[in-house]
């Protein structure tokens, strides 16, 4: 597509659910980025992945989160018994590749609030 | 570590006044930097990315500095109108082997009709 696409574009869930986010990047992008962004906070850096090689899944909070990107194209954030913590904007985004000449592509985000 | 700094947090202008907004950074090994604005709810928009090898990039009434030797970007807002109002943020990307952005933390504007 045009641009970086997510979906839901906002989530409701019960403490303890477990809730999925996804990102579908611009096509042919090979580097995709998950970032979340707590109320009047900053980005926060989640999980990095580029191409085929292995994810650099460093900034992931605890081990309830898990991300994977199916065929090197669209990415699945999931996020098990979920806590009111929990609770952001998980915004994605895209790079054809990294580089300098490279910028990222943002997603409009999924607005999470967990109950 | 990158550390990324943006100064003013807040700033309100008056409609048609010129405007600059700063970001600092402590690491200068950086790929590029890139401006963006985040509407209230919303996701981020690309505004203008400046190579570590540029000195500046324009787009329409932005243009945006860079003097990676001292850490420093500048955006300039020309002819403010009110709906540039937002959160601008600024990020620098790592040499090879980085895999993230630094995020600053942001300056939001307002623009007063």
Known sequence: GAGVSQSPSNKVTEKGKDVELRCDPISGHTALYWYRQSLGQGLEFLIYFQGNSAPDKSGLPSDRFSAERTGGSVSTLTIQRTQQEDSAVYLCASSLRTGPTYGYTFGSGTRLTVV | ?113
């Open chain 2, 1 to 113: 570590k990158q550390e990324v700094t943006q100064i003013p947090a807040a700033l309100s202008v008056p409609e048609g006044e010129n405007l600059v907004l700063n970001c600092s950074f402590t690491d200068s090994a950086i790929y590029n930097l890139q401006w963006f604005r985040q509407d209230p709810g919303k996701g981020l928009t690309s505004l203008l990315l400046i190579q570590s090898s540029q000195r500046e990039q324009t787009s329409g009434r932005l243009n945006a500095s860079l003097d990676k030797s001292s850490g420093r970007s500048t955006l300039y807002i020309a002819a403010s109108q009110p709906g540039d109002s937002a959160t601008y943020l600024c990020a620098v990307t790592r040499l090879p082997g980085a895999n993230n952005l630094f995020f600053g933390t942001g300056t939001r504007l307002t623009v007063i009709p």
